[in-house]
């Protein structure tokens, strides 16, 4: 045994018994498998939006497309809290094995729902289960690399969610360019889009399968206090880093920090406990300032970016009726007839119809996926540049900020629709801001109130997602204008609160005032 074996040897901290397995090939694949899980999980959220906007054999309005598209951020917001709960006493891997499974499951049984309701009913169970991913995938990458990778290896795992949007079109253009229909029952057909699901879905299977080959954190597990085991995945990780036997580690015992050790606790009791003294001073006035910013930048990124093939479709039909003239708003809000190739039994067929929020093309046309793809790999590439410059991420946030409100307001400025469409998409570049904010809760609290702030942050993020969702499809096909005023006004109000940030270059506190 290897209490046994530790009696005499001087114990080893966890931190310097961690750094001792090195960095090497399981490390590289235990990121690699973690950032295909986020990148499915961003992946099957934004795709389902495609799948939405192509689903025409469900007959959807707008205000339906609007639930269906904001139905997995409200999943989300339900349950991220309790996964993280599990994955603190259950365990990283565990958490992520069943939950990637089971979401996988029921994401592919979306493809055959009869009705729209039904398929949000799925669609939101499948999100409960698979966004256990969106905290436990960081969690197993932090406690199983060391210290000297760790941060840069967040930083890749980040940029690829800002990147899954882009892979969604990736995959969404050649799948709908299929034109088949087959029976099945209770007259539900099975057509491209229905195929698209199970398309979406297929990098959480295979994440599902490639997390079962790796091991438990033996963080955790040491601060289980099953430091046997623990011992044992150290061992292993370092014979696969460095390619010799278990035996040559080394390292007989565990000691941990006073006070690493969880005491385990009913959930209602941990959430109290570590929520409340973020509300209360010194915290309070820098978690509302914060909390707010992050509901801004969600708010504006995602809900407009969700809409963006929608609305990039309508403004297709409307050029090709002979509507050149006029920015975004004056194409998606126009009722000039147009030919619009309809889905009818699964035929496409070219009619006369009337340009409107409610048209469904059953297709992704070529030009909106590139403009989809180009945009987010270009974000995702400037979040890499932003990430080396943690000197000046006050100043960086600030400007993008500033960037999407001046956005918004040109973006009704244009005369014509390409320079309207560019500017609606750099609307969209609050997402850039997120890794900086992700930042801020880091330095800005002490250890023991990093993670349940975090948590937190992402529950404001996606309530505002899921209302700012809703309120997009209600109001920028009737008052589009108006919509873009207000909202820019609304990003340059965190422009403000932003402003009182503390300096880059100010000693960090672990109290703020």
Request: include cysteine; charge should be neutral.
């Given at each position: 045994m290897?209490?046994?074996?530790a009696?005499g040897d001087?114990?080893?901290?966890?931190?310097?018994?961690l750094?001792?397995?090195?960095?090497?090939l399981?490390n590289?694949?235990?990121?690699?498998?973690?950032s295909?899980?986020l990148?499915?999980?961003?992946?099957d959220?934004?795709?389902f939006?495609?799948?939405?906007?192509?689903?025409?054999?469900?007959?959807?309005?707008?205000?339906?497309?609007?639930i269906?598209?904001?139905?997995?951020?409200i999943?989300?917001?339900?349950?991220?809290?309790?996964w993280?709960?599990?994955?603190d006493?259950?365990?990283r891997?565990?958490?992520?094995?069943?939950?990637?499974?089971?979401?996988?499951?029921?994401s592919?049984?979306?493809?055959v729902?009869p009705n729209?309701?039904v398929?949000?009913?799925?669609?939101?169970?499948a999100?409960?289960f698979?966004?256990?991913a969106?905290?436990?995938?960081?969690?197993l990458?932090?406690?199983?690399?060391i210290?000297r990778?760790?941060?840069k290896?967040?930083?890749?795992?980040?940029?690829?969610i800002?990147?899954?949007?882009a892979?969604?079109?990736?995959?969404?253009y050649?799948?709908?360019?299929?034109?088949?229909?087959?029976?099945?029952?209770?007259?539900v057909?099975?057509?491209?889009?229905r195929?698209?699901?199970?398309?979406?879905a297929?990098?959480?299977?295979?994440?599902?399968?490639?997390i079962?080959f790796?091991?438990?954190?033996?963080k955790?597990?040491?601060?289980r206090?099953r430091?046997?085991e623990a011992?044992?995945?150290?061992?292993?990780?370092?014979a696969?880093?460095h390619?010799?036997?278990?035996?040559?580690?080394g390292v007989?015992s565990?000691?941990?920090?006073?006070?690493?050790?969880?005491?385990q606790?009913s959930?209602?009791?941990a959430?109290f406990?570590q929520?409340a003294?973020?509300?209360r001073?010194p915290?309070?006035?820098?978690?509302?300032?914060?909390?707010?910013?992050?509901?801004?930048v969600?708010?504006?990124n995602?809900?407009f970016?969700?809409?963006?093939?929608?609305?990039?479709?309508?403004?297709?039909?409307?050029l090709?009726?002979?509507?050149?003239?006029?920015?975004?708003?004056?194409?998606?809000?126009?009722?000039?007839?147009?030919?619009?190739?309809?889905a009818?039994?699964?035929?496409?067929n070219?009619?006369i119809?009337?340009?409107?929020?409610?048209?469904?093309?059953?297709?992704?046309?070529?030009?909106?996926?590139?403009?989809?793809?180009?945009?987010?790999s270009?974000?995702?590439?400037?979040?890499?540049?932003?990430?080396?410059?943690?000197?000046?991420?006050k100043?960086?946030?600030?400007?993008?900020?500033?960037?999407?409100?001046?956005?918004?307001v040109?973006l009704?400025l244009?005369?014509?629709?390409?320079?309207s469409?560019?500017?609606?998409v750099?609307?969209t570049?609050t997402c850039?801001?997120m890794?900086?904010l992700?930042s801020?809760?880091?330095?800005l609290?002490?250890?023991?109130y990093?993670?349940m702030?975090a948590?937190?942050?992402i529950m404001?993020g996606r309530?505002?997602?899921?209302?700012?969702?809703?309120l997009?499809?209600?109001?920028?096909?009737h008052?589009?204008?108006?919509t873009?005023?207000l909202?820019s006004?609304?990003?340059?109000?965190?422009?403000?609160?932003?402003?009182?940030?503390?300096?880059?270059k100010?000693?960090?506190?672990?109290?703020?005032?």
């Amino acid at each position: 045994m290897v209490a046994e074996e530790a009696k005499g040897d001087a114990a080893t901290p966890f931190e310097d018994a961690l750094e001792k397995t090195g960095n090497g090939l399981y490390n590289v694949l235990l990121l690699m498998t973690c950032s295909l899980i986020l990148l499915a999980i961003g992946v099957d959220m934004f795709g389902f939006s495609l799948v939405v906007a192509a689903a025409c054999d469900l007959d959807l309005t707008v205000t339906e497309k609007g639930i269906l598209t904001s139905i997995p951020f409200i999943g989300i917001l339900f349950v991220s809290y309790l996964w993280g709960y599990i994955s603190d006493t259950r365990g990283r891997r565990l958490t992520l094995v069943v939950c990637m499974q089971v979401g996988f499951v029921l994401s592919c049984l979306c493809s055959v729902t009869p009705n729209w309701i039904v398929l949000a009913f799925l669609k939101f169970l499948a999100i409960c289960f698979s966004c256990a991913a969106n905290s436990a995938t960081y969690t197993l990458v932090g406690e199983s690399c060391i210290q000297r990778v760790r941060s840069k290896y967040m930083l890749l795992m980040t940029c690829l969610i800002l990147l899954s949007p882009a892979v969604a079109g990736v995959l969404t253009y050649p799948t709908l360019k299929l034109n088949f229909e087959a029976d099945l029952w209770f007259g539900v057909v099975f057509r491209p889009w229905r195929l698209l699901t199970i398309v979406l879905a297929l990098p959480s299977g295979l994440g599902a399968i490639a997390i079962y080959f790796f091991h438990e954190s033996p963080k955790f597990l040491a601060n289980r206090g099953r430091t046997d085991e623990a011992l044992e995945v150290l061992r292993s990780m370092y014979a696969i880093n460095h390619r010799n036997s278990k035996d040559e580690y080394g390292v007989k015992s565990l000691k941990l920090d006073e006070g690493t050790v969880k005491v385990q606790t009913s959930l209602l009791r941990a959430m109290f406990e570590q929520s409340a003294p973020l509300f209360r001073p010194p915290y309070l006035w820098r978690t509302l300032q914060l909390f707010y910013i992050v509901a801004v930048v969600y708010i504006t990124n995602n809900s407009f970016l969700v809409w963006l093939p929608h609305i990039l479709n309508l403004i297709r039909l409307s050029l090709e009726s002979g509507s050149a003239a006029g920015n975004i708003c004056a194409l998606i809000s126009t009722e000039e007839k147009a030919l619009v190739p309809t889905a009818v039994n699964g035929t496409f067929n070219t009619t006369i119809a009337t340009v409107t929020p409610d048209v469904c093309l059953g297709t992704i046309e070529e030009n909106v996926m590139m403009t989809l793809i180009a945009s987010q790999s270009v974000f995702s590439f400037l979040n890499f540049v932003i990430s080396y410059l943690p000197n000046r991420r006050k100043a960086v946030l600030i400007s993008i900020l500033c960037l999407s409100s001046l956005s918004g307001v040109f973006l009704n400025l244009m005369p014509e629709p390409i320079s309207s469409v560019f500017f609606f998409v750099i609307f969209t570049c609050t997402c850039l801001g997120m890794g900086i904010l992700a930042s801020y809760f880091v330095d800005l609290y002490p250890t023991s109130y990093r993670g349940m702030v975090a948590c937190l942050s992402i529950m404001v993020g996606r309530t505002s997602t899921f209302v700012g969702i809703n309120l997009v499809g209600n109001l920028i096909f009737h008052h589009c204008q108006v919509t873009f005023y207000l909202w820019s006004l609304l990003v340059f109000s965190s422009v403000i609160a932003a402003w009182f940030l503390p300096p880059d270059k100010a000693p960090v506190k672990s109290t703020v005032i």
